[in-house]
């Protein structure tokens, strides 16, 4: 069926070009393309929801810490400010470390030593909050506790965590500055491609012309195989992508650590790697329109 | 600039020339008449093929002014060119086929850009293909087809579309005397009847003489003469003889497609 005038249909549109492969190995750059930025994205994704879930976790605790050599006075100091900070209306609960813990905590560290009266240990009390504390807040806390046991330090549980938050952050970056990379590689393939197939087909791209043909015509010709490459090529890359993905994660779950858990990918983290393909085949559509445009535009 | 209402083309004080070299066209002035029928002479290398690009508008001039179908062809934005060029049928020298279509498909290809209806692409294209002695043919790529086959094709796809100017570089250069004849009816009946002007590039005396007080437009070295006052107003018109076949019908100068009139036979073959 023909179009309007002006148009032509798309199965005459497919008819003029022959049906040579549009670019050559452009599908399987565009496929590496794909899975690049697909495991990319599965990682930062990952990282973000480690991140959320880990704050969700640490921003409503804190650590209060009393340094005593003396085990006695250091039990009775603990003790005290226990008392202190479960009369505070931010608190929800108290729990003095038991100090087998703390031991048990340091051993990998310390070795044996760390079970020796020689080597003090400091009191540790967990305390859980209402909500997530400001600073003032803390500052306010640390000033009540001050008053009924002085030399105690009271630490957010999430500001010893900062530097690990600065390093998912900074690796998070690194994802979105590689996906970033490779949609301007993809872009950059799709339009050499588009070059290379427009200085290929220049002879009949001319005969069109001056038979009439219009830029639209001529470009929807090219896009015609822009798509067809471009959409083989992302179904492979989001193929092999999630196929890495899958393999790296079952790696992570072998860890069987809380935290990589927390970092699972939801639904709305599916949705966005599987609209991946698309803006990829979108990216070399108008990529592709774009460079023939031009092409063509230097042309009478 | 002034111009009559009629003219088809206008050249004015034209020039060309190709990068730094010395210009092939110079001061060419000349004006193409509605329903005429032009030949163009010269020797090789006088620049025949340079103005028909000027007048397949596959060139700029390099000064002067063209105007085209009452338009200024130096000033129009490109993206209006597609529609004049619609108007024009042209016949290349190197035939410029479209290598992966059909013989059929080739011929089609004007219809198509243009937004032609498939059932009467279909018809108009089988009617000429059968007119060019090529239905046999129609599914063969060009190039398998001869030389002489190739020429015919091309032929056939720059009159499918009716143009109202048309231009043929050397358009009967391989085909035999019996086709060339057969060919240059064909390029008559469209002038007759349809009203198309016809500008036929060739060195053919022999062609040009089957034609009774011809209009002959001469390049020499890249300047045009008048030897038979063909670029006067209004043009020594020579009556050209009546035309063998039906394919444009008797008297029609105002639009339909071939396969359209009555007495076409129908060609559905696909």
Redesign the interface.
């Known amino acids: 069926m023909s179009g309007e005038n002006g148009t032509i249909s798309a199965r005459q549109a497919a008819r003029l070009l022959p049906k040579a492969r549009f670019g050559g190995p452009i599908p399987w750059v565009i496929a590496i393309l794909i899975a690049l930025v697909v495991v990319a994205a599965s990682g930062g994704l990952t990282l973000c929801n480690l991140m959320q879930n880990a704050r969700a976790d640490l921003s409503d605790a804190v650590t209060v810490q009393i340094i005593e050599a003396n085990p006695q006075t250091r039990s009775e100091r603990a003790q005290a400010a226990a008392s202190a900070l479960a009369s505070q209306p931010l608190v929800t609960s108290v729990r003095i470390v038991p100090e087998e813990e703390l031991v048990t905590l340091l051993e990998p560290w310390l070795g044996t030593s760390a079970a020796s009266q020689d080597l003090p240990i400091p009191a540790l009390i967990d305390v859980e909050l209402s909500g997530r504390a400001s600073a003032k807040e803390i500052d306010q806390l640390q000033a009540a506790l001050d008053r009924a046991v002085p030399g105690t330090k009271v630490e957010a549980d999430s500001s010893w965590l900062r530097p690990v938050y600065n390093a998912l952050a900074a690796v998070q970056w690194l994802a979105l500055a590689l996906i970033a990379l490779v949609a301007f590689l993809t872009a950059w393939a799709v339009w050499l491609a588009a070059r290379n197939a427009f200085t290929n087909h220049r002879e009949t791209v001319e005969i069109i012309h001056l038979l009439g043909g219009t830029d639209r015509q001529i470009t929807r010709v090219f896009e015609r195989s822009v798509l067809r490459e471009a959409a083989f090529g992302a179904g492979i890359g989001l193929a092999l992508g999630l196929v890495i993905v899958w393999l790296v994660g079952q790696q992570f779950v072998a860890l069987d650590s809380g935290m990589i858990g927390g970092g699972q990918l939801g639904w709305k983290d599916w949705l966005v790697i599987a609209a991946i393909p698309i803006v990829g085949v979108l990216l070399s559509l108008i990529t592709g329109r774009i460079t023939i445009s031009l092409a063509l535009r230097a042309m009478l | 600039m002034t111009e009559r209402a009629s003219e088809i083309v206008k050249f004015d004080n034209v020039g060309l020339r190709y990068g730094a070299d010395q210009e092939v066209l110079s001061d060419l002035s000349f004006t193409l008449f509605p329903g005429s029928f032009y030949f163009l002479t010269g020797a090789s290398g006088a620049g025949k093929t340079s103005l028909l690009k000027l007048l397949?508008?596959?060139?700029?001039p390099s000064r002067g002014g063209v105007r085209m179908f009452g338009r200024d062809m130096i000033t129009l934005p490109?993206?209006e060119?597609?529609?004049f060029?619609?108007r024009?049928g042209?016949v290349f020298q190197d035939f410029?086929?479209?290598?992966?279509?059909s013989a059929f498909?080739n011929v089609a290809?004007?219809l198509?850009?243009?937004?032609?209806?498939?059932g009467r692409?279909l018809k108009a294209v089988n009617d000429m293909l059968d007119w060019v002695n090529l239905s046999h043919r129609a599914e063969a790529r060009p190039e398998t087809l001869s030389g002489g086959e190739q020429q015919r094709v091309a032929i056939a796809?720059a009159v499918i579309a009716r143009p109202q100017l048309l231009i043929a570089d050397e358009p009967t250069g391989n085909v035999d005397p019996d086709m060339a004849l057969k060919l240059l009816r064909l390029f008559e009946a469209l002038n007759n009847r349809v009203g198309t002007t016809v500008v036929v590039a060739t060195h053919d005396v022999q062609l040009i003489q089957k034609v009774p007080e011809p209009l002959i437009m001469r390049l020499n070295k890249g300047r045009l003469s008048d030897p038979t006052g063909a670029l006067r107003y209004p043009p020594a018109r020579a009556k050209t003889p009546s035309v063998p076949g039906n394919l444009f019908g008797a008297g029609d100068k105002s639009g339909g497609r071939p396969g359209d009139r009555p007495g076409d036979r129908p060609g559905d073959r696909r």
């Open positions: 397949y508008l596959a060139q700029r490109r993206t060119f597609p529609s060029r619609r024009l042209v410029r086929l479209v290598e992966h279509l498909d290809l004007p198509r850009l243009a937004g032609t209806d498939e692409v796809r």
